[in-house]
């Protein structure tokens, strides 16, 4: 069985043959009969005539369904178009695939008879190359193919991999049973189902033959009403396990291909992200991201979008619970889309939409791959889960002091400590730092848990300190050990946590918070963490290549790559400053990194809100995107998004579900705004400790202790005391962080070379 059968793609050829549904096709359309025609003269035999009216001209060869240097699966969706000049009954055309001809695979548009489409498979792992020769003429294209199951761009597999495809539940309530290899291979399914006139959710449809008598309508946004029945195609892409949506009626459509791709397809795509990234290591998935919050659905079986005409599509390895590695991610998604355009056609767009571990599943995967989204709908935000994970290892050292130093400091100046606006909101905030811990079961700070794995992820393979020195190790780390690099000494991901010169309460002390003695004593002893995550007495320093292969990769997301140039519309999704960590701090963080890569956040527009109504921002996203991807014009395409912003594409908060408050969003717990009273939002230690907002230098640029950069006097003993505390110095916030970067823009981890950042198996 082939690799493209296991994964739920095309046959390795598609050929588009007059079958049964052609020959209807040929009665009620004459046209296709012209294309017929044409079809023969471009492949007709002889060579052409020197004395042709006209010059000789070179077709031309688009790759639609992916970069030439990222094709995978064997297939690939091909444009050829042919000069207009061109006699075609004198110069035929050959389309030849390494050596071998292959033109009678290609069928003319319908509506562009010069444009020729074909899903052409057998390409061979490795260099291909097509060409289309017309006379003298030939077009060229090299086209480098990797295996459905991956890699390409993020280094060598995960080990260990769980395959769970005897967990995950298909449509028809049905599981997708034992994998086909160790790739977690399977075989193609495909299920409609169907939503009833009594409304609801989607359910199984019992026969592809016929309608059931209950099946309603619905009515699309290019004004086609089409029975609600929704093709639904399940397989693996990438060993995850991959599904896409569409509607699609069996018993009056055949199979779509992207020359006949669904009618009722409104050619827009979705991408469906997941959530929380916890425990998001070593697994296939057992199920797919699909979450509702505060009124948005971002769901593969979002009713109201695929009624209205939207296709969906999803991965497990897109949700984040399964993988927590974004460069892992952005692949799968990149591999998942390819699989849609070869089974639909090219969309007109595609967005991502997410909350929480979906906002960075969106953010991400569009910043490294520029085009893979155009646009993104992000709630509940994180810039990326690095930032929860950095924020809460710089928390967690400070519970560390708490719980030895129990009466050192009150509740109120644990707050203003760290920034939070209460003790229990920094608690729950610095007990993420478990996502960074490998040891199991640690005894620890109330709330906080370590070694947290997912149940399907066997006890033998799991580390621990003592008795599997070598297993598994759970952590944001070394889920991503292709991008972080190996410690040769223990075999761990390096690290880029650091805290060399933080002045942990910096603006408690200014402030009159706490006194100069209590910032001493905490700085003091505050400690860092040991590659276990185990406390020692000094300070964390981060490797140096692992802080810049973070943001090379845009594990740290840096909003210098896709989002500079596509619409970003955030939203609340949940407001909540008391506890569960999603903090309004980190909406800011990623505007902030967007407004220092780009000189300006005009492609970014914030809503807050208890919740946002969730209909008017999609209306006004969708309009924005759709706006800007119809200017065919040559203006560089941040500038046709900026000019394509919608009206009420403008910063606010609502006051209801109907009262909106048009206003700059600004990050300030103090009422100095009619947003602000309304939504006020605190910060996070390392910002409390003077760092920016933007919480983006992982290790900082040191300078002396100098007396004058402080708002209280120190004796000359408690300066003494705060050199031999910091020896190398304090962090100066107004430099760049070191090793401080952007995003490499389709940057590679291998095997691909092509923008190659780093390769872990040559290094």
């Known amino acids: 069985m082939s690799a493209q059968a296991r994964s739920g793609l095309q046959p390795t050829t598609t050929h588009y043959g007059r079958g049964v549904d052609d020959m209807n096709i040929l009665r009620r359309w004459p046209r296709m009969a012209l294309a017929c025609a044409m079809l023969a003269a471009l492949t007709a035999c002889g060579g052409g005539h020197d004395d042709d009216d006209g010059p000789e001209a070179a077709p031309t060869i688009q790759l639609l369904s992916s970069s030439p240097d990222h094709v995978t699966g064997g297939n690939a969706l091909i444009d050829i178009t042919v000069p207009r000049q061109i006699k075609l009954d004198r110069r035929p055309l050959r389309i030849e695939l390494n050596g071998n001809d292959v033109t009678r695979e290609f069928r003319p548009l319908l509506d562009d008879l010069r444009h020729l489409q074909a899903v052409l498979g057998g390409l061979r792992d490795g260099e291909n190359t097509l060409t289309a020769k017309i006379g003298r003429e030939t077009a060229t294209l090299r086209m ?140 296939q998935g057992a199920a797919q991201g699909n979450i509702s919050v505060a009124g948005f659905d971002f769901t593969l079986l979002n009713v109201r979008r695929l009624g209205e005409g939207y296709a969906t599509f999803a991965n497990t390895l897109q949700h984040a619970s399964n993988n927590c590695n974004a460069v892992l991610a952005s692949e799968a998604a990149m591999m998942s889309k390819e699989a849609v355009i070869e089974t639909f056609g090219v969309p007109v767009f595609t967005v991502s939409a997410g909350c929480s571990g979906g906002s960075y599943g969106s953010a991400q995967p569009a910043d490294r791959i520029p085009g893979l989204f155009d646009g993104v709908l992000i709630a509940c935000t994180f810039p990326d889960p690095l930032s929860i994970a950095l924020s809460g290892s710089d928390g967690h050292l400070i519970t560390q002091y708490i719980m030895g130093n129990p009466n050192a400091l009150t509740d109120a100046q644990i707050a203003a400590v760290t920034g939070y606006k209460s003790r229990k909101a920094f608690e729950d905030a610095a007990n993420q730092a478990g996502r960074t811990d490998p040891v199991p079961a640690r005894q620890d700070y109330p709330g906080y848990v370590s070694g947290v794995f997912n149940a399907a992820v066997p006890q033998e393979v799991r580390y621990h300190p003592v008795n599997n020195r070598t297993g598994a190790r759970p952590t944001v780390y070394d889920a991503a050990r292709n991008i972080y690099g190996i410690d040769k000494a223990t075999g761990f991901a390096l690290r880029p946590f650091d805290n060399v010169g933080v002045q942990y309460g910096l603006a408690a002390l200014n402030g009159g918070g706490i006194t100069v003695d209590q910032f001493l004593d905490l700085n003091e ?20 290549g692992a802080i810049l292969r973070a943001q090379q990769s845009g594990l740290q997301l840096g909003g210098n790559g896709g989002l500079a140039t596509i619409p970003v519309v955030d939203v609340t999704g949940v407001y909540n400053e008391d506890t569960a960590y999603h903090y309004q701090w980190f909406h800011f963080a990623l505007r902030e990194r967007m407004l220092a890569a780009n000189g300006d956040t005009a492609n970014h527009v914030m809503w807050r809100g208890n919740p946002v109504p969730a209909d008017t921002a999609w209306d006004m996203f969708i309009r924005w995107v759709a706006a800007y991807k119809d200017d065919k014009s040559q203006a560089p395409q941040r500038q046709r998004v900026v000019t394509h912003k919608p009206q009420n594409a403008v910063d606010g908060c609502w006051r209801s579900q109907t009262d909106f408050v048009a206003e700059p969003q600004t990050l300030s717990s103090t009422p100095d705004t009619t947003c602000n009273s309304l939504f006020p939002s605190w910060t996070a230690p390392r910002i409390a400790a003077g760092g920016p907002i933007a919480g983006d230098v992982m290790k900082c640029t040191l300078k002396p202790v100098n007396p004058a950069d402080y708002s209280v006097p120190f004796t000359p003993d408690q300066l003494n005391r705060l050199r031999a505390i910091f020896p190398t110095g304090v962090c100066d916030w107004t430099q760049r962080g070191v090793n401080q970067t952007g995003v490499v823009p389709n940057g590679s981890f291998g095997p691909s070379p092509v923008n190659l950042v780093f390769d872990i198996t040559k290094s």
């Open 525 to 544: 002893k505050v400690g860092g963490y040991d590659q276990d995550a185990n406390y020692v007495p000094a300070r964390s320093p981060g490797h140096l």
């Open 144 to 283: 480098t193919n990797y295996p459905i199951t991956g890699p390409v761009i993020s280094g060598p597999w995960q080990t260990p991999f769980i395959c769970q495809t005897e967990s995950f539940v298909l449509p028809d309530g049905s599981r997708l049973g034992p994998p086909l290899d160790a790739n977690c291979s399977v075989a193609t399914r495909v299920h409609y189902v169907y939503q009833k006139n009594t409304g609801g959710a989607l359910v199984p449809m019992p026969s592809t033959t016929s309608l059931p008598a209950d099946v309603a309508s619905t009515t699309t946004l290019d004004g086609r009403t089409v029975p609600f029945v929704v093709r639904v195609e399940t397989g693996t892409v990438n060993r995850g396990i991959y599904q896409n949506a569409v509607l699609h009626d069996p018993t009056r459509e055949s199979a779509p291909t992207p020359l006949k791709p669904p009618k009722a397809w409104n050619k827009r795509l979705i991408a469906v992200e997941g959530f929380g990234c916890p425990g998001g290591w070593y697994i």
